[in-house]
């Protein structure tokens, strides 16, 4: 009898996620516990069932850009995919992005809204994009306090209606560069009571969206990011025409395949300023803050979908007389990926609960330093450990992981975007600095550290001074690198900020494993040790910019 593998299976997102249901457990109160536990279950067998069944069986589908129709006429037709199509129903219906604004449960209500889309991102074919630009845009208008454009749009951004919602894009990227949007070359001409924008967007990641937020430079403004202003843009007209612009072409991308991103020329194109004539890249960092947030978000949620998987199909695959499961390398190695998945679920969440609480109008001054240093820190560790994560997740289900009709391939391929996308892990290294301020003040992250850490049980005592530790070497040699100046502290601003962020991680399992093992659970604790073997500390003490030098003049 012939023999045929038998493929993996995904269970039920919600019920299968322990760590998820243990952080609920431990942070939210019994009240706020009851009322979102049963829309986290719906959104959970949405997620393993339907939603997932079509984006397996819509894999291969990419959004179709058609400029002109059969008569010439300029169309620039962005045909979404079936799965966008149903994610965009099922995010308005459930409140992917409304229950952060809705704020039913004050503190909490943004823990509630990312447990949602935790669990509705990875069945979806990265729909976390628009979404994230959403909030973003939301926060971002919120924030300046624009009344008309309050009025015009927010309540359109944060429609659980599917025929009112709004997406929104952010349309910042240009030929210049990504990271130094300094340098944009976007004009913006006076029009009446508005402007007209002229210039190209390299990448714009929601070009069916329904309106963007853009920089842009007011003729006569001086260069620089002071000079550029924040507008609001309409992609259409009211007759349904596109606002004075011309979709380029989409781009051929590694990964998140069915998002359409577009190259764009804005030839004309009407907009509205959203907050005075000048400090572009200032006034945009409510809508960055959130979209880095969505992208830790995305990051957790993309290895805890692969792991649930791979564990899946090691109870099923049978290689040298044995299942997987029972092959003490192969379990060896999954433990060690899940206690990285465990790490960044808890730096992300921590995130999210004081972005939470920064909302509700409850956070101290102290928790917003530290919410101001983890949400970059949170990013760009969660991104890097996303990648290494689905790479050990693809090998796991051997040849079969690297077979694109298995629907394995698209998690390495749609993490590969989280380190790159809202800044890169340098420039998130740097901008971690700059929260710092000049004198490196650590002191929230310490205190972070150090509170979480000493919660420890006499079990996980080791965990919390390993944790201790390398925020205090990260210390020490941030203080060393300012003495020696610019460039000593930007070569080595990488292994300082996963230093850090890897602490603040083991900070927080050893916390929730105290908790837990009160709870007669020893889960928590045995992810924390193995966080802690897999290694905290990056720094390197010694100066090794010649070698970085040659090396990379090679």
């Not at 939301?138 to 749009?153: C, G, Y």
């Not at 069916?208 to 001086?222: C, F, H, I, Q, Y």
Request: charged fraction near 25%; charge should be neutral.
């Amino acid at each position: 009898m012939a023999f045929f593998q038998e493929p993996p299976s995904l269970p039920d997102p919600f019920r299968a996620d322990r760590v998820l249901q243990s952080y609920l457990d431990r942070v939210l109160p019994a009240d706020v516990k009851a009322a979102v536990i049963p829309e986290l279950e719906e959104m959970g067998e949405l997620a393993g069932g339907p939603l997932h069944a079509l984006a397996m069986a819509d894999r291969d589908s990419l959004p179709v850009h058609t400029p002109f129709d059969a008569w010439g006429k300029r169309v620039d037709h962005i045909e979404l995919t079936a799965t966008w199509k149903e994610a965009a129903k099922v995010a308005a219906e459930r409140g992917v992005v409304a229950t952060a604004y809705e704020r039913k449960h004050g503190p909490y209500s943004r823990i509630h809204q990312f447990a949602l889309a935790y669990l509705f991102n990875p069945s979806t074919h990265v729909y976390s994009c628009p979404l994230a630009m959403t909030d973003g845009a939301a926060k971002t208008l919120v924030s300046h306090k624009n009344s008309a454009l309050l009025e015009r749009a927010l309540g359109r951004l944060t429609s659980r209606d599917p025929k009112k919602a709004w997406w929104s894009g952010q349309w910042m990227t240009e030929r210049t560069g990504g990271s130094d949007v300094a340098i944009s070359e976007t004009v913006a001409r006076k029009d009446g009571d508005a402007y007209r924008l002229y210039g190209t967007k390299w990448f714009t990641s929601a070009a069916t969206s329904d309106m963007t937020l853009t920089l842009a430079r007011p003729e006569g403004n001086p260069p620089g990011g002071s000079g550029l202003a924040l507008f609001y843009l309409e992609l259409k007209n009211p007759d349904g025409s596109l606002n004075g612009i011309v979709v380029n072409r989409l781009k051929d991308k590694l990964g998140t395949r069915m998002v359409p991103t577009a190259e764009l020329t804005l030839d004309g194109a009407r907009a509205l300023p959203v907050s005075g004539l000048g400090d572009g890249v200032k006034n945009i960092t409510p809508m960055l803050n959130i979209t880095r947030t969505w992208n830790a978000v995305c990051s957790v949620s993309g290895m805890q979908r692969g792991l649930l998987m791979a564990k899946d199909y090691a109870k099923k695959r049978v290689a040298f007389g044995n299942k997987l499961s029972e092959k003490p390398l192969h379990v060896d190695t999954l433990a060690g990926l899940q206690a990285e998945a465990n790490a960044a679920f808890f730096l992300c969440f921590r995130a999210v609960e004081l972005l939470g609480r920064e909302e509700a109008g409850v956070l101290t001054e102290e928790e917003s330093k530290l919410l101001r240093a983890i949400t970059p820190l949170a990013k760009l560790v969660t991104a890097k450990q996303a990648v290494g994560v689905a790479s050990e997740v693809l090998e796991a289900f051997g040849g079969a992981g690297y077979v694109e009709d298995t629907g394995l391939p698209v998690l390495l391929r749609d993490a590969q975007v989280l380190p790159i996308w809202e800044g890169t892990t340098n420039v998130l290294s740097l901008d971690l600095l700059r929260a710092l301020g000049k004198s490196g003040s650590m002191e929230p992250l310490e205190r972070e550290v150090s509170q979480r850490a000493r919660a420890a049980d006499a079990e996980g005592k080791a965990c919390g001074l390993a944790a201790e530790a390398a925020i205090a070497h990260a210390k020490a040699w941030l203080m060393g690198a300012i003495e020696k100046g610019p460039p000593a502290i930007e070569a080595g601003a990488r292994r300082f900020a996963l230093t850090v962020g890897r602490a603040v991680e083991l900070a927080l399992l050893v916390e929730h494993a105290a908790w837990a093992r009160a709870r007669g659970d020893g889960r928590p604790l045995a992810a924390a040790r193995r966080f802690a073997r897999n290694g905290v500390d990056r720094i390197v003490d010694e100066d090794l910019s010649e070698d970085a030098r040659v090396l990379a003049g090679e």
